[in-house]
């Protein structure tokens, strides 16, 4: 984080340089939007664990995806309420780390429990009569204890990587970040790391070559033809 005696201790969020009209009808906007998901998430929780009837482990899933998405809206919005009401577009080096931290575990849980509720409805689908005995109530708690554990070793590691990453101050850099430059920057340490920089920004350079989109339009157009046939 430090570099030629310079640290950087917060980051520019350019995005939001918008008219204060147009701020304040974002602000209103989106904190409605934000009420209305934690009402609609919670209600959905209350709801689950109050009805007998919906003791079963696709709802017992569906009430920690609700969760979920309780907090991964709440690590977002506020700090995007707060840019937009105030006018503070920067964030400081701790706060982004712990967002991108909380925002990782939030969204890896998320990937980890959608394949627990897809493996829920295989079993359900094509086994039927195992199912009771197969989703057990201690089985649903180890497949979510099981999603919140895997997320948060990725999250550690993400962020770790992530924020090791030596951030030097520069006046016209700072003041024009892009997330190009960030991603040079997280891609310039070694030579696989380079390799993955150079794919990502030479692919669609070339994709936007005119002779390399018409070898792709003749492409997919043998491949309907050979379909047809």
Not at 79 to 104: N, P, S, V
Request: with cysteine.
């Amino acid at each position: 984080m430090e570099k030629n005696g310079t640290m950087v201790t917060e980051f520019i969020l350019l995005g939001f340089q918008l008219p204060a009209e147009l701020q304040m009808g974002l602000f209103l906007v989106f904190l409605v939007l934000y009420f209305i998901t934690l009402v609609g998430n919670l209600g959905m929780i209350v709801l689950i664990q109050r009805d007998p009837r919906l003791q079963t482990p696709m709802y017992f899933f569906l009430c920690h995806l609700s969760f979920l998405d309780i907090c991964y809206s709440s690590v977002i919005v506020p700090q995007f309420l707060e840019t937009l009401g105030t006018d503070k577009m920067a964030i400081t080096y701790e706060c982004c780390a712990t967002q991108f931290f909380f925002f990782t575990l939030c969204a890896s849980t998320e990937c980890f429990l959608l394949a627990v509720m897809a493996y829920d409805r295989y079993v359900a689908v094509c086994n039927p009569l195992l199912y009771a005995t197969a989703m057990t109530p201690q089985t649903c708690l180890g497949l979510v204890t099981g999603a919140y554990a895997g997320a948060m070793v990725n999250a550690v590691i993400r962020t770790g990587c992530t924020f090791s990453i030596s951030f030097c101050y520069s006046e016209d850099s700072y003041s024009r970040w892009q997330s190009q430059d960030f991603l040079h920057l997280c891609f310039s340490h070694d030579r696989s790391s380079s390799f993955l920089w150079d794919t990502h920004i030479h692919i669609p350079e070339s994709l936007r070559n005119k002779e390399v989109k018409e070898a792709l339009k003749k492409a997919f157009n043998g491949m309907k033809v050979s379909q047809a046939d």
